[in-house]
Nanobody, 124 residues
Framework: QLRLVESGGGLVQSGGSRRLSCTTN????????VGWVRQVPGKEREGVSC????????NYKDSVKGRFTISRDNAQRTVYLQMNDLKPEDTAVYYC?????????????????WGQGTQVTVSS
C-alpha cells in the first residue's frame, strides 16, 4: 500500500525559506496527483499546491503563488515544496497527500492517501 512520508519541517524566521519533501515506500507516483495540504489547530485543512505527476501540471493557493514551488523528481517517488519568503501565517502542519487519477482534486477530502505531517513554524 502506498505510504507517504514528509520531512523538512522546522522553525524558520519570517522571510526565510524551507523545502519540504514527500517520499514513498518504494511506489512510483506516476499515476497520481500529489498535493501539499496544511492545517492550523482549530481550522480546516486547506490545499496549498498540487502537481499531476505524469504531466507536471501544477496549481497553487492564491496566498502562496510566487512564493511556493511544487516539483517532482525524475523517478516520480518524491515531491518537493520549496517555500520562500515565509510568513507567520504559513505556520501549520503540512501534509503530503495523493490522489489516483488524471487531475488534482477540487477538494482536499478527495485525496485518498495521506502522510503524517510535518510542522512548519514561522517566527515573526
Amino acid at each position: 500500500q502506498l505510504r507517504l512520508v514528509e520531512s523538512g519541517g522546522g522553525l524558520v524566521q519570517s522571510g526565510g525559506s524551507r523545502r519540504l519533501s514527500c517520499t514513498t515506500n518504494g511506489y512510483t507516483l506516476g499515476a497520481y496527483n500529489v498535493g501539499w495540504v496544511r492545517q492550523v489547530p482549530g481550522k480546516e485543512r486547506e490545499g496549498v499546491s498540487c502537481i499531476n505527476m505524469h504531466r507536471g501540471h501544477t496549481n497553487y493557493k492564491d496566498s502562496v503563488k510566487g512564493r511556493f514551488t511544487i516539483s517532482r523528481d525524475n523517478a516520480q517517488r518524491t515531491v518537493y515544496l520549496q517555500m520562500n519568503d515565509l510568513k507567520p501565517e504559513d505556520t501549520a502542519v503540512y501534509y503530503c497527500a495523493a490522489r489516483f487519477g488524471s487531475t488534482c482534486p477540487v477538494d482536499v477530502s478527495q485525496y485518498g492517501h495521506w502522510g503524517q505531517g510535518t510542522q512548519v513554524t514561522v517566527s515573526s
